[in-house]
């Protein structure tokens, strides 16, 4: 009697969980529907130039995510691991790239300087300064924090990313002081200028900054894929992501073969951190840190591995955060709320992401 | 486990336990026939050796004890580092300054201990844990930031530490019957209502947008704007909170835009109102005057917006009358620092007078004890600090009323000219 009992309550509560998932699904999705009914059909609180700049800002705000993210999942997908150091190397990335600008802004050559005669190559400088030396942090980060806990449980890379990530924040903030630095752009590059357009009277602007980063993070997208799906390096990162072992049996020079991979997120981070220093202007020791949590958010969002769902996850992250609040009539301080909860109800709905596989098309 | 490691941990465990339950005062030993010594007067330091057991075991919070050789410490929590460290660096200094002038209780020397709160409310009350449990530190100038104030008062009043803060202006501060907090800096309440009368009033403001923080002091100020606004006549169109940290306002910029106000009123800090004032072009608000406080004037605004900071309000303390010394300062300043004070934040005088008048409160009523240590009781010296009665300082000429106010003035309002902080017009 009772083992039929225990084994019909755990029936009937497997039932029950079965139905919380659309029944979940099915709330949040009428509370949007309703919220989205009042204030686009009711109540009309923005004219069409708003929501064009609100598209543009979440655009922008995206790509910028979506930079940062490459690298992040790029690091998971051949490593399983979560790299928190990511934002830290984006930030010394920053670094480099200000301290080229700055440079640069001292030379003078008539009665201008180096950085405006010569823009597009200082900012060609910047970025190949910039991605070089995250690069060569990536790569001493995984030899000294990583490489020797790789026989390790997998948490413990984990808190020796976050030791790293502090380390490398304080290291920052003793070598340079903790002050704000603001970048000096090129002309062409002024941050707050772009193209304007004219809707409903009203002048939108499309800042250049923003769609620099925008494009940027699309070029590098795809660079970044062709490397992994094209070249032997991609073959070979792919294959360690698959199996180690049989990897190693098979030719495969797995040391090598993780620190390319480090040195590659860490250039990607690099350029994310350059064009975090065009786009917003001010870097310190602790840039790095918000970046680095949305860029994991967007990661997880997209799909944490896969690298075209980077760049989907930066951009829907981005999107929401702009133009969520503004779509739902809520207080634009709760984005950061909307955002975490919309994570939340995807990875309930599919806990492996919007485009869920993963690099190696495989899940360990 | 060996089971002669067991006993041992708990034994290890039990003493920890006894060692963090010590209290943080010793009670002085008691001794012979004591007089009743009052702690409401301060009493004028007698050179006499008076029985400090007598003193302090009638004093609530008992005495700071001085060995001779150590120093007499006055603390500070300020934020040193992040977007906003111009204000604590500058404040800091000006109190360094003021503790050399201080000269010596008694041959006992002061000494500042600036530390770093971030300016916010868990930076606040890390920093006053530190301080309360640090038997040296006798008074607090600060905190700086009203947020980081509001989370140290509630661990001051349990032991007994007064505060003399020059710049925390959050109203609610000196409305929750703390004995130990005192300010020297004006309130929101003058800022806030004389902010909203020079807007309607004299830009001809009449659709008005509030941006804040979400912080005590932002959206405490961003609050009494908006209802003296509106009393005088004027609309509040929108009201926004950004998320203090982040670097793209767009969105939210975008949104305010969309209700075409005259001018933006932001309550909150440097760090983010010059992102606001940088963003306001793209967003659709270039004819919007940006309206700062307090917290967003000094060099860094300025340098930080460059040519989009022209015509950008904020407010200060009003000017105080030239004197020798304080152009003995400016000098002293400027010689120590590389930098005139004021450039940084409007408080670096109100820091000197901060941390001078704690330092002359603590020589009124600190004395040298029979044993040859010298004594500061605690509650006298809160005691004594809330009595303030007409102390000319730098900034200012400050009698503390019964709830800690020491300043009743408005402020006065400087706008971006060319580059530079310039007053405005009346």
Request: proline share 5%; net charge neutral; glycine share 10%.
């Amino acid at each position: 009697m009772t083992a039929d009992t225990s084994s019909d309550l755990r029936r009937k509560s497997r039932q029950l969980i079965k139905l919380i998932r659309p029944l979940l699904g099915g709330i949040v999705g009428l509370f949007l529907v309703y919220r989205l009914y009042i204030v686009l059909i009711v109540e009309h609180p923005y004219g069409p130039d708003t929501w064009t700049r609100l598209l543009i800002a979440g655009l922008i705000l995206g790509g910028v995510y979506s930079l940062v993210a490459i690298g992040y999942t790029l690091v998971y997908g051949i490593l399983f691991m979560i790299n928190f150091a990511h934002g830290e190397v984006m930030m010394i990335g920053a670094f480099s790239g200000y301290f080229v600008f700055e440079a640069l802004n001292a030379i003078k050559i008539q009665d201008s300087n180096f950085l405006n005669t010569y823009a597009y190559f200082s900012v060609l400088i910047a970025f190949i300064v910039g991605m070089t030396v995250s690069a060569l942090t990536g790569y001493f980060l995984e030899k000294i924090a990583y490489r020797p806990l790789r026989k390790a449980p997998r948490l413990v890379p984990l808190i020796s990313a976050i030791g790293a990530s502090i380390f490398l924040q304080n290291a920052v903030e003793l070598l340079f002081s903790p002050q704000l630095r603001n970048y000096t752009n090129p002309t062409f590059l002024t941050r707050g200028a772009g193209w304007t357009i004219n809707i409903n009277h009203s002048n939108v602007i499309i800042p250049y900054t923003g769609v620099f980063s925008f494009v940027l993070s699309a070029v590098l997208l795809i660079i970044l894929y062709t490397i992994v799906r094209k070249t032997r390096l991609g073959r070979a990162m792919r294959a360690v992501a698959l199996d180690k072992k049989t990897a190693a049996l098979m030719g495969v020079d797995v040391d090598s073969t993780i620190s390319k991979t480090f040195i590659l997120s860490g250039a990607l981070a690099g350029a994310a951190g350059v064009m975090w220093g065009i786009h917003n202007g001010l870097v310190y020791y602790y840039t790095g840190f918000i970046p680095g949590i949305k860029a994991f958010t967007a990661a997880v969002l997209g799909g944490i591995g896969n690298l075209p769902g980077a760049m989907l996850g930066g951009m829907f992250l981005g999107i929401v955060e702009s133009m969520g609040p503004a779509a739902l009539g809520i207080d634009f301080q709760l984005k950061d709320v909307l955002a975490f909860v919309i994570l939340i109800v995807v990875l309930i709905f599919k806990p492996s992401g919007l485009l869920g596989e993963s690099l190696a098309e495989e899940k360990v | 486990m060996n089971k002669f490691l067991k006993p041992v941990f708990v034994l290890c465990i039990a003493a920890f336990l006894f060692a963090g339950c010590a209290p943080a005062a010793t009670p002085a030993p008691t001794a012979a026939a004591t007089e009743a010594a009052t702690a409401a007067a301060p009493t004028v330091a007698s050179t006499t050796a008076a029985a400090p057991e007598a003193v302090c075991a009638s004093d609530p919070f008992g005495c700071a004890s001085f060995a001779p050789g150590t120093t007499v410490k006055i603390g500070m929590g300020a934020p040193m580092t992040g977007g906003n460290a111009s204000y604590g660096i500058d404040i800091s200094q000006g109190a360094t300054i003021a503790v050399a002038d201080a000269g010596d209780v008694h041959g006992w020397k002061f000494e500042l201990d600036a530390e770093d709160d971030q300016g916010n409310a868990e930076g606040g009350a890390a920093v006053a844990n530190k301080f309360a449990s640090d038997p040296s530190i006798v008074a607090v100038a600060g905190h700086i930031f009203s947020g980081a104030t509001a989370a140290a008062v509630p661990i001051y009043e349990k032991v007994g530490i007064p505060m003399l803060s020059p710049s925390a202006t959050n109203p609610a501060l000196t409305t929750t019957g703390s004995k130990v907090f005192n300010r020297i800096a004006f309130t929101d309440t003058n800022q806030g209502s004389a902010a909203a009368d020079y807007l309607f009033n004299t830009l001809k403001v009449k659709n008005l947008a509030l941006v804040h923080d979400g912080s005590d002091y932002g959206k405490g100020l961003a609050d009494i704007v908006g209802a003296q606004f509106t009393k005088d006549g004027g609309a509040v169109v929108v009201e926004q909170a950004i998320t203090p940290g982040e670097t793209d306002y767009t969105a939210v910029l975008s949104a305010v835009a969309s209700k075409s106000p005259d001018a933006l009123f932001f309550g909150g800090y440097t760090a983010e109102g010059a992102i606001i004032c940088n963003q306001m072009k793209q967003t659709g608000l270039d004819k919007a005057i940006f309206f700062g406080d307090d917290g967003t004037y000094g060099a860094d605004f300025l340098t930080r917006t460059g040519a989009n900071g022209e015509g950008a309000y904020a407010s200060i303390a009003p000017a105080s009358p030239d004197s020798a010394a304080k152009d003995a300062f400016n000098t002293a300043y400027l010689d120590q620092f590389g930098k005139a004070p004021g450039t940084l934040s409007p408080y670096t005088w109100a820091g000197y007078d901060a941390a001078a008048a704690l330092a002359s409160v603590v020589k009124t009523v600190a004395f040298v004890g029979s044993d040859g240590k010298l004594y500061v009781p605690r509650t006298a010296l809160v005691t004594a600090v809330r009595n303030l009665k007409g102390y000319v300082g730098l900034s200012g000429t400050f009698t503390c009323q019964s709830n800690g106010e020491c300043n009743v003035d408005k402020p006065q309002f400087v706008v971006v000219k060319s580059g530079a902080w310039v007053p405005a017009q009346q």
